[in-house]
């Protein structure tokens, strides 16, 4: 019965780290969309500056999760279990993202030398 709850209050955990990511996710997005309609080009620092933010915050809810599964698990169970998972969907996620950003910013760079040489 005691490893039952203990696998219920898991799930909760894990489901509020999940609303916790959706709601930062649809920020992060609605941001970088307003961005992108208020720029003139999407090689502003703005746009590259806000993708940067939004690969870092899923770095940031990638370590969030795993100290908070290591607390629920600690505070529920009758031993302390110590152990790191990773996603390795997030880890790439966020070098896609990281890499686009590095994309974006050598467009602008691009962007910035052909308005100086007209």
């Known amino acids: 019965m005691k ?3 203990v696998k219920r209050i898991n799930a909760i955990g ?4 999940m609303i916790a990511l ?3 996710i649809v920020l992060i997005v609605a941001l970088l969309c307003r961005a992108l309609r208020d720029c003139k080009s999407p090689f502003d620092d703005t746009v590259i500056r ?3 933010n939004f690969a ?3 770095i940031g809810w990638c370590v969030l999760s ?15 279990q110590v152990g790191v998972n990773f996603s390795l969907g997030n880890v790439l996620l966020v070098l896609v993202i990281l890499g686009l950003c590095g994309i974006f910013r050598y467009g602008a760079k691009l962007q910035q030398e052909h308005d100086e040489t007209l």
């Open 3 to 5: 490893e039952l709850s």
């Open 14 to 17: 894990k489901a509020g780290n």
């Open 22 to 24: 959706i709601g930062r």
């Open 50 to 52: 806000r993708m940067r």
């Open 56 to 58: 870092f915050s899923i």
């Open 66 to 80: 795993v100290v908070c599964n290591l607390v629920i698990s600690s505070i529920f169970a009758s031993a302390i």
